[in-house]
T-cell receptor, first 118, second 114 residues
Framework: GAVVSQHPSRVICKSGTSVKIECRSLDFQATTMFWYRQFPKQSLMLMATSNEGSKATYEQGVEKDKFLINHASLTLSTLTVTSAHPEDSSFYIC??????????????FGEGSRLTVL | AQSVTQLDSHVSVSEGTPVLLRCNYSSSYSPSLFWYVQHPNKGLQLLLKYTSAATLVKGINGFEAEFKKSETSFHLTKPSAHMSDAAEYFCVVSEITGGFKTIFGAGTRLFVKA
């Protein structure tokens, strides 16, 4: 079945540094990918919609300069948390919307990335 | 406007007994509905989906859900719970109207007692 690989699965960084998280669709193309943030024991909160070849669309209240999203190819989107602070510590999950092929229109999720900012 | 309501934040069952996780939705258009499961510190795995075909949808691991338009419900069931079913379950509604949009329910934590 279709697989979305998210890397790294865990990252610990110092306050003030930047962290990049990758989301790859391994065996399908995705013109649209989504980034979510999940706080402990809560549901997923959509942060932004990433569109291949164009600027991401951010949800209200999400700082685009803080959370940089790049979707340079049909199989890769990256989320960069810039100048990270402890309050940015969270579980970040991506999903990819399959475009073309047998799974067109289906949403596949990555395994998530646990970010801890010290 | 879309919305998803998972009626129970926690459900506790004994192993071998039936599971019922409730979900109600509202949507302006013909929605697609999904159930996902999330184990601790993991991503989401699709259990099943409804996309305007058969109203009774069978998924993986013995789960199934029935789409009832008159009740705007999409409850998830399983005849016999297994310990490995203990996890967080999310009901999700999506629409393709001017872009693909998904709304997540708040989640239901399923506990399975031995």
């Amino acid at each position: 079945g279709a697989v979305v690989s998210q890397h790294p699965s865990r990252v610990i960084c110092k306050s003030g540094t930047s962290v990049k998280i990758e989301c790859r669709s391994l065996d399908f193309q995705a013109t649209t990918m989504f980034w979510y943030r999940q706080f402990p024991k809560q549901s997923l909160m959509l942060m932004a919609t990433s569109n291949e070849g164009s600027k991401a669309t951010y949800e209200q209240g999400v700082e685009k300069d803080k959370f940089l999203i790049n979707h340079a190819s049909l199989t890769l989107s990256t989320l960069t948390v810039t100048s990270a602070h402890p309050e940015d510590s969270s579980f970040y999950i991506c999903s990819a919307l399959a475009s073309g092929g047998p799974n067109t229109g289906e949403l596949f999720f990555g395994e998530g990335s646990r970010l801890t900012v010290l | 406007a879309q919305s998803v309501t998972q009626l129970d934040s926690h459900v506790s069952v004994s192993e071998g007994t039936p599971v019922l996780l409730r979900c109600n939705y509202s949507s302006s258009y013909s929605p697609s509905l999904f159930w996902y499961v999330q184990h601790p510190n993991k991503g989401l795995q699709l259990l099943l989906k409804y996309t305007s075909a058969a109203t009774l949808v069978k998924g993986i691991n013995g789960f199934e859900a029935e789409f009832k338009k008159s009740e705007t419900s999409f409850h998830l069931t399983k005849p016999s719970a297994h310990m490995s079913d203990a996890a967080e379950y999310f009901c999700v509604v999506s629409e393709i109207t001017g872009g693909f949009k998904t709304i997540f329910g708040a989640g239901t934590r399923l506990f399975v007692k031995a």
